[in-house]
């Protein structure tokens, strides 16, 4: 800094900073307060971005060797309406991701406070670096106007994930574990059980010094969703909150991304016992808990989960004691459901990818891309490709070109051209003249059940990007 003014270029609109000045290393001024002065501004919109299709299962996650397509939305978040507005580059640290489609990519206009979609293609595992179970894909945009300075912002894919089901889940231990597993120390399948599950039930250990979890399978609440699980203890305690009763069982939500754990506060069956100052088994001791004697009656527990909607979680359920006082049982739970969640678990297709086809007409081929006029028809004439079972045709305009945008999209009526005589080398096809856009240029790819060839080298030998609204 030089002279008394300092300006911060990278602040964000909408967010407020504080500020110091320091002259030596132990002098500082006062913290000074401040926010940025609105501008025009576009960045990506936070929380917006989306798989929207995918070349693999179609169930708009990304898995290893799909070609996904994304949706963000570009906001004018600043002062002034915007004009060319960009998508001027996509990037991913991540080993396996391939950007496919075209940037930059212009969206035209955005008034103030307006937002506008803006769409990438990726690969992911094509390349050998495969994306492992539930992976958090991390992805960098950057956008920009006429009238605004380039501003980056990131956000993350999850992908390699199923959705496998959606609606209510029950838990009732009868016939195994149900898919709960083990965290540390142990519980165990016991004969005798709540009601409407009669058979079995899960059960704590009942001894000193011990700390006993498992959890549920992964799923994602929704904004109803609910848990309801029966509970039965003896445990340490007496019939009113104390501070210094140690031993407890406590249930909570396990973010499955970030590894965070909430305390779920029941309110049937309400805790009995508040945190007291110790720091064993993963200090639930510090938490609202059970605690006291329950049994031998069930009682049931029941959990809002609407703060967790859309967050994949697991459900922990945990029990600690120290090495003094005793209860009779320990902690015991049966019956668990979980209502209007979806369930999820790791993608099932291969992560070893099938060969793309070899690309049309490329340089070195004899037989070159050529579009001739027929009467009301055009000839098209392009080099065959072994084991492509079609063919594409893509058109843009070259007024895009020319200012260095690929703007080449599925041309309607156009899809699935296929080779009359196989084996000769060409293929050869006629379209009607009405169906080719004047203005535009023309590349065709081939196909075959892994996805499309590559799109061809343009003129810097660069890859030609792929069609954002690609032939189905």
């Given at each position: 800094m030089t002279g008394t003014t300092y300006d911060d270029t990278s602040?964000?609109?909408?967010?407020?900073?504080?500020?110091?000045?320091?002259?030596?290393?132990?002098?500082?001024?006062?913290?000074?307060?401040?926010?940025?002065?609105?501008?025009?501004?576009?960045?990506?919109q936070t929380g917006s971005a989306s798989v929207t299709a995918d070349s693999g299962d179609h169930d708009n996650v990304a898995d290893n060797c799909e070609l996904a397509t994304v949706q963000v939305n570009l906001f004018n978040d600043g002062n002034t309406p915007l004009t060319n507005v960009k998508l001027q580059s996509v990037s991913s640290t991540h080993p396996g991701v391939q950007i496919a489609s075209t940037v930059p990519q212009s969206i035209a206009s955005l008034g103030v406070g307006a937002s506008a979609p803006a769409l990438f293609k990726f690969y992911l595992g094509r390349n050998g670096n495969s994306a492992a179970c539930f992976d958090s894909i991390p992805f960098t945009v950057t956008a920009s106007s006429d009238q605004a300075p380039a501003s980056t912002r990131s956000f993350s894919i999850d992908a390699e994930k199923d959705v496998v089901a959606s609606g209510t889940f029950n838990y009732g231990f009868e016939s195994d574990f149900s898919g709960w597993t083990g965290v540390t120390g142990s519980f165990t399948r016991v004969a005798g059980g709540a009601p409407g599950s009669p058979g079995t039930s899960l059960h704590s250990r009942n001894a000193n010094s011990i700390c006993d979890a498992i959890a549920s399978p992964t799923f994602t609440p929704s904004a109803s969703s609910a848990l309801t699980m029966w509970v039965n203890f003896s445990i340490e305690g007496t019939s009113t909150a104390s501070s210094n009763i140690y031993d407890r069982a406590v249930v909570r939500a396990v973010n499955t991304v970030t590894g965070v754990k909430t305390l779920l506060v029941p309110?049937?069956?309400?805790?009995?016992?508040?945190?007291?100052?110790?720091?064993?088994?993963?200090?639930?001791?510090?938490?609202?808990g059970w605690a006291n004697n329950n049994g031998p009656a069930w009682t049931q527990a029941s959990f809002n989960?609407?703060?967790?909607?859309?967050?994949?979680?697991?459900?922990e359920v945990r029990f600690a004691t120290d090495g003094s006082v005793l209860g009779t049982e320990g902690f015991w739970f049966d019956q668990v459901q979980i209502t209007n969640a979806s369930q999820v678990t790791c993608d099932a297709q291969a992560n070893i990818c099938s060969a793309l086809p070899a690309e049309v007409s490329p340089t070195v081929s004899p037989v070159q891309f050529t579009i001739a006029p027929n009467g009301g028809s055009y000839d098209l004439r392009f080099s065959e490709v072994a084991g492509?079972?079609?063919?594409?045709?893509?058109?843009?305009?070259l007024a895009s070109l020319t200012d260095g945008i690929c703007?080449?999209?599925?041309?309607?009526?156009?899809?699935?051209?296929?080779?009359?005589?196989?084996?000769?080398?060409q293929v050869l096809a006629t379209i009607g003249s009405g169906t080719l856009p004047q203005n535009d240029y023309f590349l065709v790819t081939a196909q075959n059940a892994a996805g499309e060839s590559v799109y061809g080298q343009n003129s810097s030998g660069g890859s030609i990007p792929a069609a954002l609204a690609a032939c189905p």
């Amino acid at each position: 800094m030089t002279g008394t003014t300092y300006d911060d270029t990278s602040v964000l609109n909408g967010t407020s900073y504080a500020y110091r000045i320091r002259t030596c290393p132990t002098q500082t001024s006062a913290c000074v307060a401040s926010a940025p002065v609105p501008g025009p501004s576009v960045v990506y919109q936070t929380g917006s971005a989306s798989v929207t299709a995918d070349s693999g299962d179609h169930d708009n996650v990304a898995d290893n060797c799909e070609l996904a397509t994304v949706q963000v939305n570009l906001f004018n978040d600043g002062n002034t309406p915007l004009t060319n507005v960009k998508l001027q580059s996509v990037s991913s640290t991540h080993p396996g991701v391939q950007i496919a489609s075209t940037v930059p990519q212009s969206i035209a206009s955005l008034g103030v406070g307006a937002s506008a979609p803006a769409l990438f293609k990726f690969y992911l595992g094509r390349n050998g670096n495969s994306a492992a179970c539930f992976d958090s894909i991390p992805f960098t945009v950057t956008a920009s106007s006429d009238q605004a300075p380039a501003s980056t912002r990131s956000f993350s894919i999850d992908a390699e994930k199923d959705v496998v089901a959606s609606g209510t889940f029950n838990y009732g231990f009868e016939s195994d574990f149900s898919g709960w597993t083990g965290v540390t120390g142990s519980f165990t399948r016991v004969a005798g059980g709540a009601p409407g599950s009669p058979g079995t039930s899960l059960h704590s250990r009942n001894a000193n010094s011990i700390c006993d979890a498992i959890a549920s399978p992964t799923f994602t609440p929704s904004a109803s969703s609910a848990l309801t699980m029966w509970v039965n203890f003896s445990i340490e305690g007496t019939s009113t909150a104390s501070s210094n009763i140690y031993d407890r069982a406590v249930v909570r939500a396990v973010n499955t991304v970030t590894g965070v754990k909430t305390l779920l506060v029941p309110s049937i069956t309400a805790y009995n016992t508040t945190g007291d100052s110790a720091t064993f088994c993963d200090a639930i001791d510090q938490l609202q808990g059970w605690a006291n004697n329950n049994g031998p009656a069930w009682t049931q527990a029941s959990f809002n989960l609407a703060a967790f909607a859309g967050i994949p979680i697991k459900i922990e359920v945990r029990f600690a004691t120290d090495g003094s006082v005793l209860g009779t049982e320990g902690f015991w739970f049966d019956q668990v459901q979980i209502t209007n969640a979806s369930q999820v678990t790791c993608d099932a297709q291969a992560n070893i990818c099938s060969a793309l086809p070899a690309e049309v007409s490329p340089t070195v081929s004899p037989v070159q891309f050529t579009i001739a006029p027929n009467g009301g028809s055009y000839d098209l004439r392009f080099s065959e490709v072994a084991g492509a079972t079609r063919y594409n045709l893509y058109g843009g305009s070259l007024a895009s070109l020319t200012d260095g945008i690929c703007d080449h999209a599925s041309t309607g009526g156009i899809c699935a051209i296929t080779d009359g005589v196989g084996g000769d080398g060409q293929v050869l096809a006629t379209i009607g003249s009405g169906t080719l856009p004047q203005n535009d240029y023309f590349l065709v790819t081939a196909q075959n059940a892994a996805g499309e060839s590559v799109y061809g080298q343009n003129s810097s030998g660069g890859s030609i990007p792929a069609a954002l609204a690609a032939c189905p």
